[in-house]
């Protein structure tokens, strides 16, 4: 019988469905292996420890966040679109979301880093021109949107709240408009 061989995607992708499924803290060399049928050797010896490999997990759920996200954004309404998917990955991808936007994030100390890090500059740049507003308008609506967001989606992930999809897009259309009119 030919030897088995697994490549490093491989493994990966079979970790970022675990995070996926059962949440980022299930995610170990054993249970991985176990669900791939293998032993832990072709685990570490892509990654040279667990440390290596979260962090690969973690880019691989960011990669992910980005297409589920921008695969939903509308062009006629680009901020409004992006709460929204920010909202429906919270709903739909609990665990990635837990992972990427419940925990401290090293860098960011103030709403500025946030954008920074999570802003779509070119959008502020197209809205701000199709709105006839500053782009620091813009900026400043962005950033209370992310913030709002946040909180929606946070009530969602953690059960805290059942609500519709329907009923978040229209609070979250509200919460935009008040935005720019402030």
Known sequence: MPKQTVDKQEILNNALQMTRAEGFESVNARSLAKRMGYSVQP???YFC???ALKEAIYGAAM???NEF???????RAVLESMARANVA??????NLFKLLFLQKLNGLNSFNDIYEWMGDKSAARQIAEKLSLPEEKIKEVYIMLIVFTHGVATMIATGGANISDEESAEILKKAYDAFIKS
């Open 63 to 65: 990669q992910f966040y």
């Open 89 to 94: 990955f919270a709903k739909y991808e609990t």
């Open 49 to 51: 420890n667990m440390e």
């Open 43 to 45: 685990i570490y010896s």
């Open 69 to 75: 996200i921008y695969s939903r954004v509308e062009k």
